[in-house]
Structure formats: C-alpha cells, structure tokens
C-alpha cells in the first residue's frame, strides 16, 4: 500500500521534469533552423553573384529578393517565438502626464 503512494509523486516529478527538456528540445532544433537558413542565404547570395555574371536572357528567373524577404520573414518570426518582448508598460486611456507639478494654494 506504502508503495502505491510512493509511485504517485514519482511519477508526477518525473513528467514535471521532462517538460522543460522538451521545451529545450524544441528550442535547440528552432536554433538549428536558424543556422540553416543562414546557410541557405549564404548560398542564395553565392547564386545570385553567378547569375549576374551570366546573361540569362531566357523566359523564366529565381526571384531572388522574394526568396531573401521569406528567409528574413521566417527568421524574424522564429525569433519572435524564442525571444518574445514582454507588453511595455503604458498610461490607462485618456490619462497623460502633464509635467506640471507645481500649484498655487488659493
């Protein structure tokens, strides 16, 4: 009987403990996708050096400014995700600081 309670708190411990280790899992492999597309930028700008010096002249081009932007799109949004900014603090509606403290006494 001692033995069945014991296996409750074991095992709520052991599920508290592997939640942050899949938080940390998700971050480390969110941090990987970031080198990656570092990697793929890198490589569409070493692209984009060669196609300037060929003359394509042919129907169809890569777009490569829109390739760069979703790049930048998706690496600012992955960003977002693992460094949110935290709600700055502001004045209740309709309520401004006036600077003016000081008053005559009547």
């Given at each position: 009987m001692s033995r069945r309670y014991f296996l409750i708190p074991a095992t709520l411990l052991a599920l508290s403990l592997a939640a942050p280790s899949a938080f940390a899992s998700e971050?480390?492999?969110?941090?990987?996708?970031m080198r990656q597309l570092d990697q793929l930028q890198a490589s569409l700008d070493r692209?984009?050096?060669l196609s300037a010096q060929e003359?394509?002249?042919g129907r169809f081009y890569f777009d490569y400014t829109r390739a760069t932007g979703d790049i930048r799109t998706m690496k600012?949004?992955?960003?977002q995700y693992l460094d949110p900014s935290r709600a700055q603090p502001r004045l209740?509606?309709?309520d401004a600081v006036s600077?003016?403290?000081?008053?005559?006494?009547?």
């Open positions: 971050k480390d492999e969110l941090a990987l996708v692209a984009r050096s003359s394509g002249e600012q949004g992955i960003s209740p509606d309709g600077g003016q403290y000081r008053r005559e006494r009547p």
